[in-house]
């Protein structure tokens, strides 16, 4: 988002809407999904991959991250490999086979 | 210079092309991420350890909680459209799309009270025969508890209501209603869904200031108004981000 | 703000509720100081229950009351509310408030050539917030369940269970928040508001621990805000992420859901916790490269190494928690992931520490009060850090792990390391502060007793550990072992009370010399970083013209500069 004209802004708000629309489809699309009672592992997957790209949609759109500064791109991929780390957690425990819960 | 005139509050940093508050915000939201980040962490954690976990949709009003899904969507788009109208130079129209945006903020928040409060009239009773039955508390007694059993869901007795019945304390390993108490699944989903309903209020009670006392701004410094009201919307669409994960994982998985 | 500057602003909003930065600075030195102090005395008051178990002391009943100290005597749970807040106050209210706070607040800005924070209000809701949760952690103790007792790391189920814990997780939740507010407004000063010519590599060292330190809070607290959160619903709404299942406390099962797991707790808090070792040490090691390069006058050995140590310490400070957990049961693989990772964080530490001594080689250095604190903190660290490897190692770790050697271990990075620092910190930029100096004579009586005392405190421990006395004991000679051992307790208890009375010359030329220090001008070292171009005070908005920066941060000695160093504003001839 360089320059901001009235034309820019208006082309932005025509972007907002489809993303609206979108996101409204795919919400409708993860209820429908969830009723088709899959197995947990395939049924985590999928919701989780919408789930994926509706955050994307909105970080994108809404958030104006697909025409970001530098510095904010650093700021995020800072944040997304500690957040990774903090991922890490878990697979400690399990990896370990939870030992202190089951003595 | 004797006095502090901090410099970027309106126009960006030629060199990082942002300006102080819009750098502050997503800072602030980085460390968001690693807020909830850690409550998932948990999440995943309990849930691989737990011997049995429910289906969220068996335990949660899902209905509900879609519409809730629907109209945290839409708040952010006229969130968005607010910033635009500003943009614009549409004053008017921005008051317009941030009133709305506070009211379906209150609509979530209203819809998620009819969420919680049956939760917390709604009990379950461990037996000590290691079965559990799933009702409504009658009344109490030294020695005993009345209770209405829920309705079968399914099979012959689908839909027929059950007859109080009387159960003996001497047989009751533990009685919970469906508050955070009931089970780890519960706990989480007050405390995920708790969490998140805080986060909306602070965003209702930033939006109004910007709305009425904050918008005073619009007059004399326009580019700052408009950099304040962008940065309430890129919290308002974390804060919506969240619930788009938040929801599957509690209600659907 | 425009338009509201200039005209005389009334006491409360000068002094109390003030956003200039270095207000709250001071308002951020005198709190931490008196914290400090105070987390102090608790530890004086426990260190004569373990030196002489079970004397009496009558006059103490009158202080802490009956309740606590019936005739006298330390109860056990008093005791143990003494330990936990000694450690809770000491780092979260003392060391990183002052380190961060208040040096972080008054300094930074300076050394950039800023005439304040980004968000001054920001500012002054952190220090205030942090007040607020200062005051809620002293207050715990006239509550009647008693201040928190499960030890700063406050491990569940006990934690759980004690009394005392709701207050303590309050507190922890407003210091949390003060850190992200301050987190976030010094990561945007710093990157937005430096002078001009000021490129990242022309930085101060010290301004670059502050931006890593300030990544760190604020990546790094979250976590533990979550796990706070977690703990207080376990407290209040009775979840259990923290209670196992078949939980019995006093002969009764617990009425829970059980299924949780107590170790989430610990990963939670370590990954806090860990970051945080670095949050103590990364700003004091940014006070002592600015003492060194000034008094060595010369250049600081390895500036760029120094920065990219600094860097590679913060990323790797967050996948090394698990070595705090070892014990409990881990598998092999994440043990050996955690021992590696762990061993690889001593690199940078060695680095920073081995272009510091390096920069001492050849130099003529002027002993002044504050150099002496920045040489002695290095030897100190140094102990400090070494004495870290076999606690990350599983094998001496399964002898160590809880002992009094962890205690040692840990106080010397951050007792003898960063609090010298700290103060070395204090006697460097006061006549900043104030336009006057410290007196020597005091403050080099302060020095040696500082050192020598701490040095008798810590140093004991490591013997009562490898002896395996554990951490937590009220009273070690009921153990054989501890009665071996008990010789060695009472030396570090009067080396204790010692460094108690050592602190006194500090206290009296540190009220002294702010009305009757010796008068400087505003540069009294001779040093090139921006914050000395600036009066003594600095006014309101710090410098009378915007500063330019020509140069590095340390360029002392040039060939070329007749003058001996050439400040950073200083227009190339």
Known sequence: MTAHGAEDIARHVKVYITVFVALMALTIVTVAIASLHLSVGSAILLAMLIASIKGSLVACYFMHLISEKKIIYCVLGLTVFFFVVLMLLPVVEIESGFHAVNV | MSSAEIKYIDKPHPLTGVTNAKLGIWLFLASEVMLFGALFSAYVLLRVGATSWPRGSDELNVPLATLNTIVLITSSVTMVMSWASLKLDNFGKFRRYMGMTIALSLAFLVIKTFEYTPKFSHYEVFLNDKTSVRGHLGEKHEDHILFTPDPEKDGEHAGVHPEEMRIERSDIRRLTNFGPRHSNFFALYFTLTGLHGLHIIGGIVVNTWLMFPGSAMWKTQRERFTGRVECAGLYWHFVDLVWIFLFPLLYLL | MSGEHDHELGFWRKYVFSIDHKVIGIQYTITALLFLLFGFTLMMVMRFQLAYPGTEIPFLAKIFGEGNMPGGLMLPEFYNQLGAMHGTIMVFLGVVPLAVGGFGNYVMPLQIGAPDMAFPRLNMASYWVYFLGGVIMLGSFFLPSGAAQSGWTSYPP????????????????????????????????????????????????????????????????????????????????????????????????????????????????????????????????????????????????????????????????????????????????????????????????????????????????????????????????????????????????????????????????????????????????????????????????????????????????????????????????????????????????????????????????????????????????????????????????????????????????????????????????
């Open chain 3, 158 to 573: 006990l934690s759980n269970i004690n009394p005392g814990q709701t207050a303590w997780l309050f507190g922890m939740v407003f210091l949390i928040t003060s850190s992200l507010l301050g987190s976030v407004n010094f990561i945007v000063t710093i990157i937005q508001l430096r002078a001009e010519g000021l490129t990242f590599f022309r930085l101060p060292f010290f301004v670059w621990a502050q931006l890593v330190t300030a990544f760190l809070l604020l990546l790094a607290f979250p976590p533990l805000e979550a796990a706070g959160v977690l703990q207080l619903m376990d407290r209040l709404a009775g979840t259990s992420f923290f209670m196992p299942s078949g939980l019995v406390v006093s002969n009764q099962v617990l009425d829970i859901a059980g299924e949780g797991n107590p170790l989430l707790w610990q990963h939670l808090f370590w990954f806090l916790a860990h970051p945080e070792v670095y949050v103590l040490i990364l700003p004091a090691m940014g006070i002592v490269a600015e003492i060194l390069a000034n008094n060595t006058r010369k250049p600081l050995w390895g500036y760029r190494s120094l920065v990219y140590a600094t860097i590679f310490l913060g990323f790797m400070s967050f996948i090394v928690w698990a070595h705090h957990m070892f014990m409990t049961g881990m598998g092999t693989t994440m043990s050996a992931f955690f021992q590696t990772t762990t061993m690889i964080i001593s690199v940078p530490s060695v680095i920073i520490l081995t272009a510091m001594v390096i920069s001492l080689w050849g130099a003529s250095i002027r002993y002044t009060v504050p150099m002496l604190f920045a040489i002695a903190f290095l030897p100190m660290f140094a102990i400090g850090g070494l004495t870290g490897l076999p606690l990350g190692l599983t094998a001496s770790d399964i002898h160590l792990h809880d002992t009094y050697y962890v205690i040692g271990h840990f106080h010397f990075v951050v007792a003898p390391g960063t609090l010298m620092a700290l103060f070395g910190g204090i006697y460097y930029w006061f006549p900043k502060v104030t336009g006057r100096l410290m007196n020597n004579m005091l403050g080099k009586l302060h020095f040696w007793g500082t050192l020598i005392f701490m040095n008798v405190v810590f140093m004991p421990m490591f013997l009562q550990g490898m002896h395996s006395v554990s951490r937590r004991l009220y009273d070690q000679t009921v153990y054989e072992h501890g009665k071996d051992v008990q010789d060695l307790t009472i030396a570090s208890s009067w080396g204790a009370w010692c460094l108690g009375i050592a602190q006194i010359p500090f206290i009296i030329n540190f009220f002294a010399s702010i009305f009757a220090g010796k008068k400087v001008g505003s540069n009294p070292w001779d040093a090139t970083t921006l914050e000395w171009a600036a009066p003594s005070p600095p006014p309101h908005g710090n410098f009378e013209t915007e500063p330019v920066v020509y140069r590095g941060p340390y360029e002392y000695s040039p060939p070329e500069d007749p003058t001996g160093f050439s400040p950073q504003n200083k227009a190339p001839a």
